[in-house]
């Protein structure tokens, strides 16, 4: 436990001069002045009874009336020095008035003020009495000495004695009026006399020794708790029993002897019950103040930072876990250890004086300042300390609570400050930056050698050459550069920044940015700038070419034939090419943000404000046709290409027009003449079915009848008729079949290519078998597409591929890889293989590459692919391969693609050359 008492209700008492103190003398001078004012008033005023309260009663005189107001005006100020009169002066008349009682002379002061009509002249009227007179000296005594410590007593002993006398004569009057005769002296002092010098005396006394028990009477603490508890008892009580008494003293109900001891039983009663009370008081603070005491046991051991508790004698008396941690020692080996052991050896004879010294004054403050403190541990190593001393008082003397911090950490984070000091001198010594400085308070610059070689001279360091660095700047931006500083310097700014010229001495003229930080006081006033300035020489020549190339850039696009325009990362145009204002005939602020879309075809307007909405979400590009209002109020058809045109950060499109309405009309025109020529190559070819197989039966049957009749020549001849008429008919159905390709109206589902496969294989069964060709199908996947016409694609290709076989057994791999947000197919074969220049003609309707005796067909069966691919949204092609045989390769959409959807790059664009140096195939 510390060997501590905590000292709450027996600290010295505050010197009367408090604002307690203060107030209540300012209410006490206020009421004697206002009721000395008001007692002068009635002898002015002729009613002097008012004087007494009470006809018959004793009055107060002009004179008294004159020493309260005086009093009520002295007994506020604070310093006798600035009281000379009125103190002085009310003791003045108080002594008079005793010296013509004492000596039975007359000065002719009683009646200076006013006469004094009620009182005889035998009795000298006007006078205060004796025992008034005394009060108002003793009064004017303890007001007028100087609130010290030394002359307390005078102060309370003389207001005490006044307030005794004064309370006397009050209960007299309380308990009965008449009973005042019998007091000798005090039978002529008046009622307001004696409640005046009471309020008086008592405003002395609570500035005094009072002072501090009446400060504990509202607060919390034990001795106001015990004043609160006693001071019912003490005024009350007597009042009450001395009332009781005399009431019923005359009356005859209660004797005199038996009052007597009536009075002092319940006063013994009452003074019990009061002391009972405050014991139990003083045992509920004893617990809470050992309470207390184990508390700061508490937080002196947990305590973060290293304490010792040390007395007079240099001992230590405890210490924390930290203080134990940092010197080595235990607590038991650091109780009664002496301070000296945990100083350096060297510096032990010197500490001793030091710590006699303190105690000799004691007063909290750090030690050693100015000088380098060190603390030695226990295995005699050193380290610099910092020590905080805290006198406290204790009940075996004077402690102090001695707080040490280790400063090794602080030293070597100053030493690494040093360190870092130099080396950012090194620093703005050796960087290429331009680095300054400017002392607001004196004008002075500093700027690093960089700075020197950047402006091209060596100017002296100070106020001069924030002179010269001015007056370099070019006319044109000095007053500029110069009156921005001195307004953020001014303003309270924390930067500043200016950009402008600056005229070398080779006559160089540089474009220089200044980035500045301007530090400053805790009250905003500015100490110093520090900046960095920036040679933009190039930079600005750079800006300067990127501002002509964009000028040309925007003449171009602006001089450009097609309808150009740029839009922001939220879709909102900003800019529109000549050309689109032009063929709308609306200036650029009436389409501005999203004023474009009106003129768009109503229709279609909401359709392209979703969809590209949609390509803003994915950042994608944008293809889109939609019809345009034009300058005339026509819509015509515009196809729109835009393009994001940041790649790093979106910031918006790039789009193109091109007025394709007559393209359009065009193209609506050519579909509508394919569709009545696919028609009638359908109608056509099925009409001719009949004729030609009345002329393949009427030749058979001419051959059988007159076979006999005919040489060797005419039945030759009937043989090519009839083999003409079969191949014409073999032509028709082949033209049927392709003209039937993309004219189902059968919708495209998901499709498994493994399963078209498979299905392809079986219609080819009898050809494998007689071939005796092997194909291998690898994993295949689903697609958006037809059945059917997928099942016609395999089939053509691995008919081809046996068709046209080498010597060796047809072999036929199958594959299929993602390619392109789609499926490539290869279709491998180890056949003829076909010549890179007939790549694309086998592809043609009815175009072979051999004759019919060696290979038969009508050269139709890849057209047929290539028509039922491209419908699907893909592409065919002969790939190049090295090796005998050939290689077919196709794309198709994934089958959670729409059924319209199209390889975004076509066959050349994918990495296939024009020209591959080798292509085997098939015709």
Known sequence: MLPLMLTNDTDPARPADDRFGRRVVQWAGVISIVGGLALLLAWLLRAETLAGIMPGWPTTKANTALCFILLGIALPLRQPARRPIACPLCLLIAMLTLAQYTFGVDLGIDELLVRDRLTPAEAFPGRMSPATASCLALLAIGCGVRAGTGRIPVQFGSAGIVLFISLLVLFVYAYQAEALGEVGLLATMSLPTALLLAIQSAA??????????LRMLPGTSTGGTALRRMLPGVLIGPLLLGGLVTVAGPMGILQASFATAAFAAAMTVAGLAILLWNAQLVSVFERRRAETEQNMQRAFTSSLVPTLLVDQTGCVQTSNRVAQDLFGYSAEEFEGLSVEELVPPGRRAGHARLRAGFFACPAARPMGQGIDLYGCRRDGTEFPVEIGLNPIPSRSGDLVVVTILDLTARR???QAIRENEHRLSLVYEATNEAIWEYNVNDGRVWWNPAADRLLGARAEQGSGLLNWWRQRIHPDDRERVWSSLQHAIQAGDSTWTAAYRFERLDGRVLHLLDRARIDRRNDGRAVQV?????????????EERLRTSETRARAMVDQAPMLMWISDERGQVIYLNRAWRKFTGRPLDAARGDGWLGSVHPEERVEVEAELGEAMARRAALVRQCRVRDAEGQYRWVLWHALPWRSDDFGGYIGCGIDIDVMKHSLE????????????AYVASHDLQEPLRMVSSFCQLLDRRYADQLDETGHEFIDFAVDGAQRMQQLIDDLLAYSRVGRTDTAFEPVSIATSCDRALQYLSATIADSGATVRCGDLPIVRGND??????????????IKFR??????VDISAAPEHGGWRFLVRDNGIGIQPQHADRIFRIFQRLHGREAYPGS???????????ETHGGWIRVEPQSGPGCTFAFWLPRADQPGDARLPDQPDDAGRPDQPAALPGSA
Do not use: W, Y
């Not at 025109?669 to 009638?680: P, V, W």
């Open 204 to 213: 002395i006394c609570a500035t005094t020794r009072g002072a501090r028990a």
């Open 412 to 414: 070597s984070a100053e």
């Open 530 to 542: 520090v900046g960095a300035r920036l040679d933009r020489t190039e930079a600005h020549r750079h």
């Open 669 to 680: 025109e050519l579909t509508r003449s394919n569709a009545e020529l696919e028609n009638f």
């Open 788 to 801: 059917g016409q997928l099942t016609m694609v395999f089939q053509n290709l691995i008919a081809n591929a």
């Open 806 to 811: 080498s010597e060796a057994a047809p072999e």
């Open 859 to 869: 050269g139709i069966g890849l057209a047929i692919c290539k028509k039922i691919i």
